[in-house]
Structures are given as structure tokens and as C-alpha cells.
């Protein structure tokens, strides 16, 4: 392998979270605000939602070497509140719990696809790999907003294996 080549391999990525929530504030909304749609919405809306998901340590930065290369927040929400909060534009409900099995997705942004997947494959196997469901809105530029939601199959199918092991382990004593 030549030296060339060792210089064009990207770093790895990390996961981090900031101490400090007002760093973690700060850094996000640089992250964001020059990106579409974040840049386009009313500060009051945007920024308190981002407030409340990082009080709540409910995001995540990626990072490559000691630089931040993508963000997610998100909220946890019953599915009720997540679907009028998809279709109907309603503000999501305050106070659901991880245990509530469903997220909704507040902001994702990467500097590129690579980043994006990673952050996405390590939120649905970590954070959010108790959801069953996670709601988004996505922008399509001067197409639209795609208004969606998916369903996490990877964790129910981890829970359904952790049952079976529980159950196994159980008749074997």
C-alpha cells in the first residue's frame, strides 16, 4: 500500500455526546443551520425542539477524528402523538418515555452518505433499538416534504431472540 492511498482512507467514526448541553446546543445548530430545510424554519419551533432532545440526552454527533460530521435528535412519543405530529403538523407531545416504543425523528444531518448510514445503522442497533417504529418527515428540495414512517424490524427481531434465549435459559435450570 502506498502512502498516498493511507492518507485518502477517512477515520474511522465515533459516536460522542458533549457534557455540556449548551455546547451540545451550539454544536448541533451549526450542524444544521446552513442546511435545508433547518435553515428555513422559524428559530422558536427548531430550536426548541432541539432543547428539549438534548435535556433529554436524546441525540448523538458523529464524529471523525475529533471533528463533528453529522447530528440526530429525536423524541420518543406514543404512536398517536407521533402520527398527528406527522399528518396533522401538530406539535409532539412532551413527557413520553424510551419505554414508549415508538421515535420520532427531530433532525438528521451528515456532510455525506457515508456518515448518514453510519449514524442511522448505529441508531436503530443502539439508541433507538428498543423502537418498534420511527416517524420522520424528510425534504426533498422543491419536491417536497416525504412524510414517512418505518418500521425497525432489526430490534423486534433482537427482542423476539432475547425472549427465546430468556425462555431456553429458563426450562434448562
Given at each position: 500500500?502506498?502512502d498516498l ?24 445548530i ?7 430545510p ?15 432532545a ?9 464524529r ?29 407531545e412532551?413527557?413520553?418515555t ?54 425497525l424490524?432489526?430490534p ?8 427465546m ?5 429458563g426450562s434448562?435450570?
Open positions: 500500500m502506498s492511498s493511507a492518507l485518502q482512507t477517512p477515520a474511522p467514526f465515533g459516536l460522542m455526546r458533549l457534557k455540556d448541553p449548551n455546547e451540545a446546543l451550539g454544536l448541533a451549526r450542524l444544521l443551520a446552513g442546511e435545508a433547518f435553515r428555513d424554519m422559524q428559530l422558536g419551533m427548531s430550536t426548541g425542539m432541539l432543547v428539549e438534548i435535556d433529554a440526552n436524546h441525540y448523538i454527533f458523529v471523525r477524528e475529533n471533528k463533528a460530521v453529522a447530528f440526530a435528535a429525536w423524541k420518543y412519543s406514543r404512536k398517536e402523538d407521533a402520527e398527528a405530529w406527522l399528518f396533522d403538523g401538530r406539535a409532539p412532551r413527557g413520553a424510551r419505554d414508549a416504543r415508538v421515535a420520532i425523528m427531530l433532525a438528521v444531518q451528515g456532510i455525506e452518505t457515508p456518515v448518514g448510514r453510519y449514524l442511522m445503522r448505529q441508531l436503530r442497533d443502539g439508541e433507538l433499538g428498543d423502537c418498534d417504529t420511527l416517524y420522520y418527515m424528510r425534504d426533498y428540495g422543491k419536491g417536497g416534504r416525504g412524510k414517512r414512517s418505518v418500521r424490524v432489526r423486534k427481531v433482537r427482542r423476539a431472540l432475547r425472549s434465549e430468556q425462555g431456553a435459559a434448562n435450570q
